[in-house]
Antibody
């Protein structure tokens, strides 16, 4: 059973780039059955899908965040990463990574424990 | 504003049934049989409960069930138990992207 763990800075300054990494253990990211995604949750708010990546590098991004998001994968390290540029306070959230099957399948499981990123000067 | 609309709250007494709705459009909920439901307890990551509208994830009690009619999906919890008190989120495939609802806080009275 795969396990996912997010890592990265907990504090980012406005206008800078938020960078997080998700490390996958207990299974290979080269498994062709799955995509690997990022989802965030602002304090007291609902879930928001950010984007997903396949082991080959194929990506899907949220239309509302597409201009600021880059997701990349390093299968040799069993990691995938999120870069979100030009952040504002509205990007303050708990960021989760999760696995999901090939589209159009729609179940995210498992999830990482989440990491809180605060955007503040 | 979330892409899918859920009521902010729902409640019921132990043993009762409660249904949580999730309304989208023909571009998401209505267009695909790929709706899922997640349970989230405070400070924890969401947990998959239902996927592909009606299928239960492993270990999910039989009292949880999902359905869909048109652009609205529903999660029904029958025989409410205290441990069911949590936030519930729906999600749908929306054609090259995925959308979530704003969440419903379920209170067991």
């Amino acid at each position: 059973q795969s396990q996912l763990q997010e890592s990265g800075p907990g504090l980012v300054k406005p206008s800078e780039t938020l960078s997080l990494t998700c490390t996958v253990s207990g299974g290979s990211m080269n498994n062709r059955a799955y995509y690997w995604g990022w989802i965030r949750q602002a304090p007291g708010k609902g879930l928001e899908w950010i984007g997903s990546i396949y082991y080959s590098g194929n990506t899907y991004y949220s239309p509302s965040l597409k201009s600021r998001v880059t997701i990349s994968v390093d299968t040799s390290k069993n990691q995938f990463s999120l870069n979100l540029s030009s952040v504002t306070a509205a990007d303050t959230a708990v960021y989760y990574c999760a696995r999901h099957p090939l589209p159009p399948s729609n179940w995210f499981d498992p999830w990482g424990q989440g990491t809180l990123v605060t955007v503040s000067s | 504003q979330s892409a899918l609309t859920q009521p902010p709250s729902a409640s019921g007494s132990p043993g009762q049934s409660v249904t949580i709705s999730c309304t989208g459009t023909s571009s998401d909920v209505g267009g695909y049989n790929y709706v899922s439901w997640y349970q989230q307890n405070p400070g924890k990551a969401p947990k998959i409960m239902i996927y592909e509208v009606t299928k239960k994830s492993s270990g999910v009690p039989d009292r949880f069930s999902g359905s869909k009619s048109g652009n609205t999906a529903s999660l029904t919890v029958s025989g409410l138990q205290a441990e069911d008190e949590a936030d519930y989120y729906c999600s749908s495939y929306a054609g090259s992207n995925w959308v979530f609802g704003g969440g419903t806080k379920l209170t067991v009275l």
